[in-house]
């Protein structure tokens, strides 16, 4: 089993680049894809981008693509997620999950991580 823990969000203004972290703090995700989603209030859970276990390949959707970036970092079990030019809209609580198959697919993800709230003023 994975555990996972998310970082790095806060109160950011519209424009601002933040980058949020997903630790493995127990286990290890070397050998899993990863993904990153978000959920804003009243809102579906939204898949945003994964990375599968080299990192030779993502996958973003095209809500975030060119702003987001993911990344890992097998050897420290830590996964990262770059957003640049913040907008109001993308507030909202940042999960991470694993997958232990496909790393592009919503349903393939598990293990949620507590989750970090993003919050964006203009």
């Known amino acids: 089993q994975v555990q996972l823990v998310e970082s790095g969000g806060g109160l950011v203004q519209a424009g601002d680049s933040l980058r949020l972290s997903c630790l493995a703090s127990?286990?290890?995700?070397?050998?899993?894809?990863v993904g990153w989603f978000r959920q804003a209030p009243g809102t579906e859970r939204e898949f945003l981008a994964g990375?599968?276990?080299?990192?030779?390949?993502?996958y973003y959707a095209d809500s975030v693509k060119g702003r987001f970036t993911v990344s890992r970092d097998n050897a420290d079990n830590k996964i990262f997620l770059q957003i640049n030019s913040l907008k109001p809209e993308d507030a909202a609580v940042y999960y991470c999950?694993?997958?232990?198959?496909?790393?592009?697919?919503?349903?393939?993800?598990?293990?949620w991580g507590q989750g970090t709230q993003v919050t964006v003023s203009s």
């Open positions: 999950a694993v997958s232990g198959t496909y790393y592009n697919r919503a349903s393939a993800f598990g293990s």
């Open positions: 127990e286990g290890t995700v070397s050998g899993y894809a």
């Open positions: 990375i599968n276990w080299s990192g030779g390949l993502t």
